[in-house]
């Protein structure tokens, strides 16, 4: 395989870093937006609910990253501060509300991370390489693959597989099923 092959099949890793600046930009612009075309309580509810969704990203990232990488004791305690920060920011979430912060502000400022994690993963994605060689659509390996657990098929998947597609109690069920009819017309 050549070099340049080989570098642009090589993973690229979505960086935190990446998620933020995307998000921070969007943050800014319809912090922009909503000052210009909306009311200042609006934009300053949206700027709470931004600066309260950048902490707790950063927060879920790192607990991801405690979880998914360094596993052992450690997961346990990450996925308890995950709880502890989720109950947290649903009581300052209640509180802003109380406080007579606009709801629909505040939402929008919590919610602009999702199309930035997005784009960002969109940006970090594996290239589309066009000259890679590929199996054959029709090509008999294809079947070898369980695209729902992702490895190879083993003779057991192949026979549930085959069993999760109809389970017939008896063969009049069966026949009642596949002409559309229940048990109570059959009666």
Known sequence: MSRTVEQAIAPRALQQRDVLAWYLGLAAAAGAISLALAS?????????????????????????????????????????????????????????????????????????????????????????????????????????????LAHERDAEDEEEDAMSIFHPVDSTDAVSILDGEDEETQA
């Open 40 to 148: 200042p309580r609006f934009a300053a509810s949206m700027g709470v609910g931004a600066l309260l969704q950048l902490t707790n990203f950063r927060a879920l990232w790192s607990s991801c990253e405690r979880i998914l990488l360094v596993g052992g004791p450690g997961a346990g305690l990450a996925v308890a501060t995950f709880t502890v920060r989720f109950g947290l920011l649903g009581v300052v979430v209640a509180l802003a509300l109380w406080a007579g912060i606009d709801a629909a502000g505040l939402l929008v400022g919590l919610s602009l991370i999702i199309p930035a994690a997005v784009v960002a993963a969109w940006q970090a994605r594996p290239p589309v390489l066009a000259n890679v060689p590929a199996l054959a659509d029709d090509d008999p390996t294809w079947d070898l693959w369980n695209p729902w």
